[in-house]
């Protein structure tokens, strides 16, 4: 593997790319740890120091952002409005006629959705900015436990709604650049470059965190931990390169003089279809009850605010792991059901010619694709619910008081895991097209 990257070193074109990736991710994270105007940047670090990060709801989208959510930098936001923005536009093409065209028009369509897409991005920016900005002005970024060091200082000279305001415009268009520069890195550099930019955000949370467990547990676990996680890793890598391949066979054609079809291929089948997408929905959904924890009494809780806080927003309680396990299970088929479309892969299937081997064609192959992805979809969703709630089983097995974002299993391997595979596939398949021996071997 070392000699085959060596050897990509030495390719004049993908080296320019690979310096490229590797630059814009530099920016990138210069941009995270760059203070916004009129953030107390001393202030935000001993508001880390003494809450040791543990802000509860905002936890995922921390290290989505490689830490840098908390410190209100000028990349705060990270490109997590962008992956919203996505989903929803995903989502809204099964529901929107004019956009399900647009889908179907190739790349043109393809165009005008992504155009779309970051029209979103920068309006959910807005939004998620001032929100942020408010949560930090009113003291609720670290829980109402750091109101002794202001993050936003008022007696600055500067009114307060033009500070606000400058801190909004400069988060959102930091929003801008982020997408800017994922889209500078898919066209010019190596691999998806939201994906990449992701993955170098949960990669750098990774040290500090694991420093943490072995301060606070010693060395003995602190090992044992990597070594489990090196196990999960592998089985991730292992199970998200699964696939069930469908045979498909293609009649011989004339067309004019020349005879086309007669060709045998596959319709891979993941079984990991869904990709990350349920656990995103799933955490999203259960960090409602602790956002409506906000609203109320804290110095005078109700009986349902206590079994909420109990149940519901406790990572540990055995309520909160089945609710957690249940909502991934869910969202794996729905999110399947609405991606893939046995009936229209069906179609395109004998519009071409193409047939499954001892199925006829039309619905009869739908339902037998249909019955195929029902089974895999079981397969899949039991492994992300399983890989999601092992932190929870971390987080008692470690003793760990306050719910931190454990970057070692759940989200962060499946992501890191994923582009990390995709990305080597990329430069695997440039070394290829060279004659380079490439890493897969």
């Given amino acids: 593997m070392l000699s085959a990257f060596l050897s990509a070193f030495r390719t004049p074109d993908l080296r320019k790319k690979l310096l490229f990736t590797i630059g814009i991710i530099a920016i990138y994270r210069l941009g995270a740890a760059l203070p916004s105007p009129g953030v107390s940047y001393t202030n935000v670090q001993k508001c880390i120091d003494a809450t040791q990060g543990s802000t509860g709801v905002l936890n995922l989208l921390n290290l989505f952002s490689g830490g840098a959510l908390l410190q209100l930098s000028v990349f705060a936001l990270g490109i997590m409005p962008y992956i919203t923005a996505s989903i929803i536009l995903q989502l809204l093409t099964v529901v929107i006629p004019r956009l399900e ?68 415009m400069t988060m959102t268009a930091g929003t801008g650049v982020v997408m800017w520069l994922g889209e500078l890195i898919t066209g010019r550099g190596v691999g998806n470059g939201m994906s990449v930019l992701i993955f170098t955000s949960i990669a750098a949370r990774l040290p500090a965190e694991g420093w943490t467990i072995k301060e606070s547990q010693g060395w003995a676990k602190f090992l044992l931990v990597v070594a489990l996680v090196l196990l999960i890793i592998t089985a991730v890598t292992f199970i998200e390169q699964s696939q069930r391949r469908i045979p498909v066979q293609y009649a011989k054609r004339m067309i004019g003089r020349r005879m086309y079809g007669g060709t045998s291929t596959y319709i891979p089948l993941k079984v ?85 081997p001892g199925i006829r064609p039309g619905k009869p192959t739908a339902d037998y694709l249909d019955f195929i992805l029902s089974r895999i979809t079981l397969a899949g969703a039991l492994y992300l619910a399983v890989v999601s709630i092992l932190p929870n089983f971390f987080f008692i097995w470690l003793d760990r008081q306050q719910y931190l974002n454990f970057p070692f299993g759940g989200t962060a391997v499946l992501i890191m895991v994923g582009v990390g595979l995709e990305t080597t596939k990329q430069i695997e398949s440039q070394l290829m097209q060279r004659n380079y021996e490439g890493f897969l071997r």
């Fill in 101 to 168: 065209q647009l889908r179907k028009e190739g790349q043109a369509g393809q165009a005008k959705i992504t155009q779309y897409t970051r029209y979103l991005t920068l309006g959910l920016g807005v939004l998620q900015a001032s929100a942020f900005v408010a949560l930090a002005r009113s003291g609720q970024l670290f829980n109402n436990q750091c109101d002794q060091f202001p993050i936003i200082p008022e007696d600055t000279g500067i009114p307060d709604w033009l500070t606000l305001s400058i801190l909004v």
């Fill in 272 to 356: 990991n279809q869904a990709g990350v997408i349920p656990v995103i929905f799933g955490s999203s959904l259960l960090y409602l009850p602790q956002l409506a924890l906000q609203f109320f009494d804290q110095t005078d809780p109700g009986r349902t605010q206590v079994w909420i806080r109990d149940n519901l927003v406790d990572p540990t309680s055995p309520i909160y792991i089945v609710v957690y396990f249940l909502l991934i299970i869910f969202f794996t088929y729905f999110y399947v059901s609405i991606t893939f479309n046995p009936s229209e892969v069906a179609d395109n299937m004998k519009k071409y010619g193409g047939f499954v």
